[in-house]
Protein backbone atom coordinates (compact mmCIF):
# COMPACT_ATOMS: atom_id res chain seq x y z
CA UNK A 1 0.00 0.00 0.00
CA UNK A 2 1.08 3.47 -0.79
CA UNK A 3 1.49 4.79 3.19
CA UNK A 4 3.32 8.08 2.17
CA UNK A 5 3.17 11.51 2.71
CA UNK A 6 1.47 13.23 -0.30
CA UNK A 7 2.73 16.45 -2.01
CA UNK A 8 -0.42 16.80 -4.13
CA UNK A 9 -3.78 15.39 -4.31
CA UNK A 10 -6.71 15.15 -6.76
CA UNK A 11 -7.96 18.19 -4.85
CA UNK A 12 -4.66 20.63 -4.48
CA UNK A 13 -4.70 23.30 -4.01
CA UNK A 14 -3.03 25.47 -6.03
CA UNK A 15 -6.18 26.70 -7.95
CA UNK A 16 -9.08 28.11 -5.24
CA UNK A 17 -11.85 27.05 -7.09
CA UNK A 18 -14.88 24.63 -6.17
CA UNK A 19 -13.23 21.41 -7.07
CA UNK A 20 -15.14 17.11 -6.21
CA UNK A 21 -13.98 17.06 -2.51
CA UNK A 22 -15.45 21.05 -1.71
CA UNK A 23 -18.54 20.68 0.37
CA UNK A 24 -20.68 23.54 -1.25
CA UNK A 25 -22.28 24.71 2.18
CA UNK A 26 -19.26 24.52 3.67
CA UNK A 27 -17.87 26.84 6.23
CA UNK A 28 -13.56 26.51 6.89
CA UNK A 29 -14.36 28.32 10.24
CA UNK A 30 -16.83 26.21 11.47
CA UNK A 31 -17.70 22.21 11.81
CA UNK A 32 -20.91 21.51 10.00
CA UNK A 33 -24.09 21.08 11.99
CA UNK A 34 -25.94 17.27 11.66
CA UNK A 35 -28.63 19.36 9.72
CA UNK A 36 -26.05 20.97 7.58
CA UNK A 37 -24.52 17.46 7.46
CA UNK A 38 -27.99 16.34 6.03
CA UNK A 39 -28.61 19.53 3.37
CA UNK A 40 -24.49 18.92 2.11
CA UNK A 41 -25.45 15.11 1.18
CA UNK A 42 -28.52 16.07 -0.44
CA UNK A 43 -27.27 19.25 -2.83
CA UNK A 44 -24.04 16.58 -3.38
CA UNK A 45 -26.26 14.03 -4.90
CA UNK A 46 -29.22 15.17 -6.43
CA UNK A 47 -28.88 16.73 -9.90
CA UNK A 48 -30.33 16.67 -13.22
CA UNK A 49 -30.53 12.73 -13.50
CA UNK A 50 -33.53 12.45 -11.64
CA UNK A 51 -34.95 13.99 -14.64
CA UNK A 52 -34.78 10.53 -16.09
CA UNK A 53 -35.97 8.23 -13.99
CA UNK A 54 -39.92 8.55 -14.99
CA UNK A 55 -38.28 7.16 -18.35
CA UNK A 56 -36.40 4.69 -16.96
CA UNK A 57 -39.30 3.38 -14.73
CA UNK A 58 -41.06 3.36 -17.97
CA UNK A 59 -38.92 0.64 -19.48
CA UNK A 60 -38.05 -1.41 -16.68
CA UNK A 61 -41.55 -0.72 -15.14
CA UNK A 62 -42.30 0.41 -11.93
CA UNK A 63 -41.85 -2.13 -9.51
CA UNK A 64 -39.04 -3.46 -11.00
CA UNK A 65 -37.58 0.12 -11.43
CA UNK A 66 -38.27 0.85 -7.55
CA UNK A 67 -36.71 -2.04 -6.05
CA UNK A 68 -33.84 -1.06 -8.42
CA UNK A 69 -33.40 2.60 -6.89
CA UNK A 70 -33.75 1.39 -2.90
CA UNK A 71 -31.46 -1.47 -4.25
CA UNK A 72 -28.78 0.77 -5.68
CA UNK A 73 -28.95 3.70 -2.97
CA UNK A 74 -28.43 0.70 -0.10
CA UNK A 75 -25.30 -0.30 -1.79
CA UNK A 76 -24.33 3.33 -2.63
CA UNK A 77 -24.31 4.08 1.16
CA UNK A 78 -22.75 0.76 1.96
CA UNK A 79 -20.18 1.81 -0.16
CA UNK A 80 -20.14 5.36 1.13
CA UNK A 81 -19.17 4.07 4.41
CA UNK A 82 -16.48 1.98 3.31
CA UNK A 83 -14.36 5.32 2.14
CA UNK A 84 -15.12 6.49 5.63
CA UNK A 85 -14.21 3.42 7.60
CA UNK A 86 -10.69 3.19 5.21
CA UNK A 87 -9.70 6.90 6.09
CA UNK A 88 -10.31 6.71 9.63
CA UNK A 89 -8.17 3.63 9.82
CA UNK A 90 -5.35 5.02 7.69
CA UNK A 91 -5.30 8.62 10.08
CA UNK A 92 -5.65 6.60 12.91
CA UNK A 93 -3.27 3.98 12.17
CA UNK A 94 -0.73 5.27 9.90
CA UNK A 95 1.17 8.31 9.36
CA UNK A 96 -0.47 9.60 6.24
CA UNK A 97 -1.21 13.13 5.64
CA UNK A 98 -4.67 13.84 5.97
CA UNK A 99 -6.73 12.68 3.73
CA UNK A 100 -9.22 14.72 2.39
CA UNK A 101 -10.93 13.76 -0.98
CA UNK A 102 -11.49 10.55 -3.16
CA UNK A 103 -7.91 11.11 -4.88
CA UNK A 104 -6.04 11.36 -1.59
CA UNK A 105 -7.34 8.02 -0.06
CA UNK A 106 -6.62 6.36 -3.54
CA UNK A 107 -2.86 7.38 -3.06
CA UNK A 108 -2.77 6.27 0.34
CA UNK A 109 -3.94 2.72 -0.56
CA UNK A 110 -2.20 2.14 -4.31
CA UNK A 111 0.35 4.98 -4.32
CA UNK A 112 0.18 7.03 -7.48
CA UNK A 113 -1.81 4.48 -9.99
CA UNK A 114 -4.39 4.44 -6.85
CA UNK A 115 -4.43 7.93 -7.87
CA UNK A 116 -4.49 8.22 -11.55
CA UNK A 117 -7.28 5.89 -11.32
CA UNK A 118 -9.48 7.72 -9.06
CA UNK A 119 -8.47 10.86 -11.43
CA UNK A 120 -9.04 8.81 -14.45
CA UNK A 121 -12.68 8.77 -13.22
CA UNK A 122 -13.47 11.64 -11.68
CA UNK A 123 -12.30 13.43 -15.51
CA UNK A 124 -15.03 10.96 -17.18
CA UNK A 125 -17.78 11.38 -14.54
CA UNK A 126 -16.95 14.88 -14.59
CA UNK A 127 -17.34 15.30 -18.47
CA UNK A 128 -20.40 13.11 -18.79
CA UNK A 129 -22.51 14.79 -16.50
CA UNK A 130 -21.76 17.91 -18.47
CA UNK A 131 -22.00 16.43 -21.53
CA UNK A 132 -25.49 15.32 -20.46
CA UNK A 133 -25.94 18.83 -19.25
CA UNK A 134 -25.94 19.92 -23.02
CA UNK A 135 -28.32 17.21 -24.36
CA UNK A 136 -30.49 18.07 -21.63
CA UNK A 137 -30.67 22.12 -22.55
CA UNK A 138 -30.68 21.38 -26.47
CA UNK A 139 -33.46 18.87 -26.38
CA UNK A 140 -35.37 20.92 -23.74
CA UNK A 141 -35.22 24.24 -25.80
CA UNK A 142 -36.38 22.42 -29.13
CA UNK A 143 -38.96 20.79 -27.71
CA UNK A 144 -40.19 24.33 -26.10
CA UNK A 145 -39.18 26.74 -29.43
CA UNK A 146 -38.96 24.08 -32.61
CA UNK A 147 -40.74 20.89 -32.37
CA UNK A 148 -44.10 21.30 -33.05
CA UNK A 149 -47.12 18.53 -34.49
CA UNK A 150 -47.40 19.84 -37.56
CA UNK A 151 -43.36 20.13 -38.42
CA UNK A 152 -41.83 16.99 -36.60
CA UNK A 153 -38.09 18.27 -37.81
CA UNK A 154 -37.56 21.45 -38.20
CA UNK A 155 -34.40 22.71 -39.18
CA UNK A 156 -32.50 26.02 -38.45
CA UNK A 157 -29.92 26.93 -41.24
CA UNK A 158 -30.17 23.52 -42.45
CA UNK A 159 -29.28 21.86 -39.06
CA UNK A 160 -31.78 20.12 -36.20
CA UNK A 161 -32.67 22.53 -33.54
CA UNK A 162 -30.36 20.02 -31.11
CA UNK A 163 -27.10 21.22 -33.18
CA UNK A 164 -27.91 24.86 -33.14
CA UNK A 165 -28.51 24.83 -29.68
CA UNK A 166 -25.70 23.28 -28.33
CA UNK A 167 -23.47 25.18 -30.77
CA UNK A 168 -24.91 28.31 -29.38
CA UNK A 169 -23.51 27.17 -25.91
CA UNK A 170 -20.11 26.87 -27.21
CA UNK A 171 -18.79 30.08 -27.36
CA UNK A 172 -20.32 31.10 -23.96
CA UNK A 173 -18.94 28.02 -22.16
CA UNK A 174 -15.82 28.82 -23.64
CA UNK A 175 -15.88 32.08 -21.72
CA UNK A 176 -17.04 30.47 -18.32
CA UNK A 177 -14.81 28.32 -18.55
CA UNK A 178 -11.93 30.04 -19.15
CA UNK A 179 -12.44 32.07 -15.36
CA UNK A 180 -9.44 30.88 -13.30
CA UNK A 181 -11.17 31.12 -10.05
CA UNK A 182 -15.24 30.21 -10.21
CA UNK A 183 -15.68 30.69 -6.53
CA UNK A 184 -18.66 33.63 -7.04
CA UNK A 185 -20.67 31.19 -9.18
CA UNK A 186 -20.53 28.44 -6.28
CA UNK A 187 -23.80 29.64 -5.05
CA UNK A 188 -25.39 28.50 -8.24
CA UNK A 189 -24.92 25.36 -7.13
CA UNK A 190 -27.03 25.79 -5.04
CA UNK A 191 -29.52 27.89 -6.33
CA UNK A 192 -29.88 25.02 -9.24
CA UNK A 193 -31.28 22.24 -6.24
CA UNK A 194 -33.61 24.87 -4.80
CA UNK A 195 -34.41 24.89 -8.82
CA UNK A 196 -34.71 21.01 -9.17
CA UNK A 197 -36.71 20.64 -6.28
CA UNK A 198 -39.03 23.18 -7.50
CA UNK A 199 -39.25 21.18 -11.02
CA UNK A 200 -39.85 18.53 -9.06
CA UNK A 201 -42.75 19.73 -6.98
CA UNK A 202 -44.14 20.79 -10.18
CA UNK A 203 -43.85 18.04 -12.28
CA UNK A 204 -45.31 15.90 -9.40
CA UNK A 205 -48.17 18.00 -9.03
CA UNK A 206 -49.00 17.97 -12.79
CA UNK A 207 -48.40 14.15 -13.01
CA UNK A 208 -50.96 13.37 -9.81
CA UNK A 209 -53.39 15.66 -11.71
CA UNK A 210 -53.06 13.48 -15.24
CA UNK A 211 -52.85 10.08 -14.00
CA UNK A 212 -56.17 10.56 -12.16
CA UNK A 213 -57.31 12.30 -15.56
CA UNK A 214 -56.07 9.66 -17.85
CA UNK A 215 -55.19 6.25 -15.58
CA UNK A 216 -53.11 5.23 -18.96
CA UNK A 217 -52.15 1.29 -18.72
CA UNK A 218 -48.86 0.71 -16.24
CA UNK A 219 -45.63 -2.31 -16.66
CA UNK A 220 -44.96 -3.61 -13.15
CA UNK A 221 -42.25 -5.42 -14.72
CA UNK A 222 -40.27 -4.77 -17.81
CA UNK A 223 -37.64 -7.69 -17.92
CA UNK A 224 -34.05 -8.81 -17.63
CA UNK A 225 -32.83 -6.83 -20.99
CA UNK A 226 -33.83 -3.65 -19.75
CA UNK A 227 -32.31 -4.39 -16.29
CA UNK A 228 -28.85 -3.07 -16.73
CA UNK A 229 -30.73 -0.05 -18.28
CA UNK A 230 -32.53 0.76 -15.13
CA UNK A 231 -29.44 -0.11 -12.84
CA UNK A 232 -27.30 2.57 -15.15
CA UNK A 233 -29.66 5.42 -14.26
CA UNK A 234 -30.35 4.45 -10.70
CA UNK A 235 -26.83 4.41 -10.22
CA UNK A 236 -25.83 7.68 -12.08
CA UNK A 237 -29.10 9.37 -9.84
CA UNK A 238 -26.94 8.88 -6.48
CA UNK A 239 -23.80 9.52 -7.69
CA UNK A 240 -21.95 11.76 -5.26
CA UNK A 241 -19.32 9.48 -3.91
CA UNK A 242 -16.57 11.39 -4.22
CA UNK A 243 -18.04 14.23 -1.64
CA UNK A 244 -18.42 11.58 1.06
CA UNK A 245 -14.97 12.29 2.67
CA UNK A 246 -14.70 16.08 2.87
CA UNK A 247 -18.51 15.71 4.20
CA UNK A 248 -17.34 13.54 7.19
CA UNK A 249 -14.46 15.73 8.32
CA UNK A 250 -16.60 18.83 7.77
CA UNK A 251 -18.69 17.52 10.25
CA UNK A 252 -19.35 18.29 14.02
CA UNK A 253 -19.60 14.91 15.39
CA UNK A 254 -18.51 12.40 13.22
CA UNK A 255 -19.50 9.76 15.32
CA UNK A 256 -23.16 10.79 13.96
CA UNK A 257 -22.18 10.78 10.13
CA UNK A 258 -23.21 7.47 9.25
CA UNK A 259 -26.57 8.18 10.73
CA UNK A 260 -26.90 11.45 9.00
CA UNK A 261 -25.68 10.15 5.58
CA UNK A 262 -28.34 7.03 5.51
CA UNK A 263 -31.21 9.48 6.94
CA UNK A 264 -30.15 11.88 4.19
CA UNK A 265 -30.40 9.08 1.47
CA UNK A 266 -33.32 7.24 2.39
CA UNK A 267 -35.14 10.86 1.88
CA UNK A 268 -33.59 10.99 -1.39
CA UNK A 269 -34.53 7.29 -2.25
CA UNK A 270 -38.02 8.30 -1.36
CA UNK A 271 -38.36 11.44 -3.19
CA UNK A 272 -36.14 9.93 -6.20
CA UNK A 273 -38.97 6.40 -6.07
CA UNK A 274 -41.93 9.28 -5.64
CA UNK A 275 -40.67 11.32 -8.60
CA UNK A 276 -40.04 8.36 -10.92
CA UNK A 277 -43.31 6.34 -10.20
CA UNK A 278 -45.72 9.50 -10.71
CA UNK A 279 -44.27 10.13 -14.00
CA UNK A 280 -44.51 6.97 -15.09
CA UNK A 281 -48.32 6.67 -14.06
CA UNK A 282 -49.25 9.97 -15.62
CA UNK A 283 -47.83 9.43 -18.92
CA UNK A 284 -47.31 6.05 -19.22
CA UNK A 285 -45.82 4.53 -22.28
CA UNK A 286 -46.19 8.07 -23.42
CA UNK A 287 -43.22 9.47 -20.85
CA UNK A 288 -40.18 10.35 -22.89
CA UNK A 289 -36.35 11.00 -21.90
CA UNK A 290 -37.02 14.03 -20.27
CA UNK A 291 -39.97 14.34 -18.18
CA UNK A 292 -39.94 18.19 -18.23
CA UNK A 293 -40.91 17.79 -22.06
CA UNK A 294 -44.13 15.81 -20.92
CA UNK A 295 -45.78 19.00 -19.63
CA UNK A 296 -46.67 21.00 -22.89
CA UNK A 297 -45.94 24.37 -23.07
CA UNK A 298 -48.14 26.19 -20.40
CA UNK A 299 -46.70 29.34 -18.70
CA UNK A 300 -46.18 27.24 -15.46
CA UNK A 301 -44.17 24.63 -17.31
CA UNK A 302 -42.25 26.68 -19.72
CA UNK A 303 -40.45 28.51 -16.69
CA UNK A 304 -39.40 25.87 -14.88
CA UNK A 305 -37.83 24.37 -17.68
CA UNK A 306 -36.35 27.24 -18.79
CA UNK A 307 -34.99 27.65 -14.78
CA UNK A 308 -33.82 24.27 -15.36
CA UNK A 309 -31.88 24.81 -18.62
CA UNK A 310 -30.31 28.36 -16.93
CA UNK A 311 -28.99 26.64 -13.96
CA UNK A 312 -27.59 23.36 -16.20
CA UNK A 313 -25.62 26.08 -18.41
CA UNK A 314 -24.14 28.11 -15.43
CA UNK A 315 -23.53 24.49 -13.74
CA UNK A 316 -21.64 22.98 -16.24
CA UNK A 317 -18.03 25.10 -15.59
CA UNK A 318 -18.46 24.37 -11.87
CA UNK A 319 -18.74 20.84 -12.36
CA UNK A 320 -15.66 20.45 -15.14
CA UNK A 321 -13.44 22.36 -12.48
CA UNK A 322 -12.70 18.85 -10.75
CA UNK A 323 -11.52 17.98 -14.70
CA UNK A 324 -9.51 21.20 -15.08
CA UNK A 325 -7.52 20.81 -11.39
CA UNK A 326 -6.53 17.15 -12.49
CA UNK A 327 -5.41 17.68 -16.23
CA UNK A 328 -3.87 21.05 -15.25
CA UNK A 329 -1.96 19.32 -12.47
CA UNK A 330 -0.83 16.11 -14.31
CA UNK A 331 -0.37 18.10 -17.99
CA UNK A 332 0.51 21.72 -17.22
CA UNK A 333 2.20 21.54 -13.64
CA UNK A 334 -0.59 23.02 -11.67
CA UNK A 335 -0.64 26.37 -13.94
CA UNK A 336 -4.11 27.56 -15.47
CA UNK A 337 -3.64 26.78 -18.74
CA UNK A 338 -7.20 28.07 -20.99
CA UNK A 339 -6.27 26.23 -24.10
CA UNK A 340 -6.60 23.10 -22.16
CA UNK A 341 -9.81 24.42 -20.85
CA UNK A 342 -10.89 25.24 -24.48
CA UNK A 343 -10.17 21.92 -25.82
CA UNK A 344 -11.94 19.80 -22.78
CA UNK A 345 -15.17 21.90 -23.56
CA UNK A 346 -14.82 21.27 -27.33
CA UNK A 347 -14.23 17.34 -26.71
CA UNK A 348 -17.66 17.72 -24.74
CA UNK A 349 -19.45 19.39 -27.20
CA UNK A 350 -18.91 17.17 -30.06
CA UNK A 351 -19.94 14.27 -27.72
CA UNK A 352 -22.94 16.25 -26.79
CA UNK A 353 -23.76 16.07 -30.30
CA UNK A 354 -23.75 12.54 -31.11
CA UNK A 355 -25.74 11.33 -28.25
CA UNK A 356 -29.28 11.82 -29.21
CA UNK A 357 -30.97 10.82 -26.28
CA UNK A 358 -30.45 11.87 -22.57
CA UNK A 359 -31.67 8.88 -20.15
CA UNK A 360 -29.94 6.72 -22.31
CA UNK A 361 -27.01 8.37 -21.48
CA UNK A 362 -27.59 8.41 -18.12
CA UNK A 363 -27.40 4.84 -18.31
CA UNK A 364 -24.30 4.54 -20.18
CA UNK A 365 -22.61 7.01 -17.41
CA UNK A 366 -24.23 5.69 -14.87
CA UNK A 367 -23.58 1.72 -15.94
CA UNK A 368 -19.69 2.54 -16.81
CA UNK A 369 -17.64 5.53 -14.38
CA UNK A 370 -20.18 5.70 -12.30
CA UNK A 371 -20.30 1.86 -11.06
CA UNK A 372 -16.62 1.82 -10.64
CA UNK A 373 -16.41 4.95 -8.34
CA UNK A 374 -19.56 4.01 -6.67
CA UNK A 375 -18.62 0.49 -6.10
CA UNK A 376 -15.59 -0.79 -7.18
CA UNK A 377 -13.01 1.53 -5.89
CA UNK A 378 -14.81 1.54 -2.73
CA UNK A 379 -14.76 -2.03 -1.85
CA UNK A 380 -11.27 -2.18 -3.30
CA UNK A 381 -9.93 0.36 -0.97
CA UNK A 382 -11.86 -1.19 1.94
CA UNK A 383 -10.64 -4.47 0.99
CA UNK A 384 -6.61 -3.88 0.99
CA UNK A 385 -6.98 -1.55 4.11
CA UNK A 386 -8.72 -3.78 6.34
CA UNK A 387 -7.52 -7.54 4.27
CA UNK A 388 -6.07 -8.31 7.77
CA UNK A 389 -8.58 -8.17 10.32
CA UNK A 390 -11.99 -8.56 8.02
CA UNK A 391 -12.31 -12.32 8.11
CA UNK A 392 -14.13 -14.32 5.62
CA UNK A 393 -17.16 -12.92 5.61
CA UNK A 394 -16.18 -9.75 5.81
CA UNK A 395 -13.27 -10.74 2.50
CA UNK A 396 -15.96 -12.34 0.80
CA UNK A 397 -18.56 -9.07 0.67
CA UNK A 398 -15.83 -6.97 -0.73
CA UNK A 399 -14.84 -9.28 -3.22
CA UNK A 400 -18.35 -9.89 -4.10
CA UNK A 401 -18.83 -5.86 -4.89
CA UNK A 402 -15.87 -5.90 -6.29
CA UNK A 403 -16.65 -8.66 -9.16
CA UNK A 404 -20.29 -7.51 -9.20
CA UNK A 405 -19.24 -4.23 -10.38
CA UNK A 406 -16.61 -4.56 -12.74
CA UNK A 407 -19.34 -6.97 -14.01
CA UNK A 408 -22.24 -4.71 -14.15
CA UNK A 409 -19.81 -1.95 -15.56
CA UNK A 410 -18.84 -3.81 -18.57
CA UNK A 411 -22.39 -5.54 -19.59
CA UNK A 412 -24.24 -2.57 -18.39
CA UNK A 413 -21.84 -0.29 -20.52
CA UNK A 414 -21.95 -2.90 -23.35
CA UNK A 415 -26.11 -2.66 -23.39
CA UNK A 416 -26.38 1.36 -23.04
CA UNK A 417 -24.28 1.37 -26.28
CA UNK A 418 -26.82 -1.05 -27.90
CA UNK A 419 -29.44 1.07 -26.65
CA UNK A 420 -27.72 4.53 -27.57
CA UNK A 421 -27.26 3.04 -31.12
CA UNK A 422 -30.35 1.41 -31.62
CA UNK A 423 -28.94 -2.19 -32.13
CA UNK A 424 -30.76 -5.15 -31.05
CA UNK A 425 -29.21 -7.61 -28.28
Request: glycine fraction near 8%; charge should be neutral; proline fraction near 4%.
Amino acid sequence: MGFEKDKASSSSHILQIPREDTPLLANTQHLSSPSKTFANVFIAVVGAGVLGLPYSFKKTGWVMGTLMLLSVATLTYYCMMLLVYSRRKLESHFKVAKISSFGDLGYAVCGSIGRCTVDAMIVLSQACFCISYLIFIANTLSHLFNYSVTNPSPKILGLSPKKVYIWSCFPFQLGLNSIPTLTHLAPLSIFADVVDLGAMGVVMVEDVLIFLKNRPILEAFGGFSVFFYGLGVSVYAFEGVGMVLPLEAEMKDKDKFGKILGLSMAFISLMYGSFGILGYFAFGEETKDIITTNLGRGLLSTLVQIGLCINLFFTFPLMMNPVYEVMERRFCEGRYCFWLRWIVVLVVTLVALMVPNFADFLSLVGSSVCIVLGFVLPALFHLIVFKKELGWPGLALDSALILMGAVLAVYGTYSSMLEIFGVKA
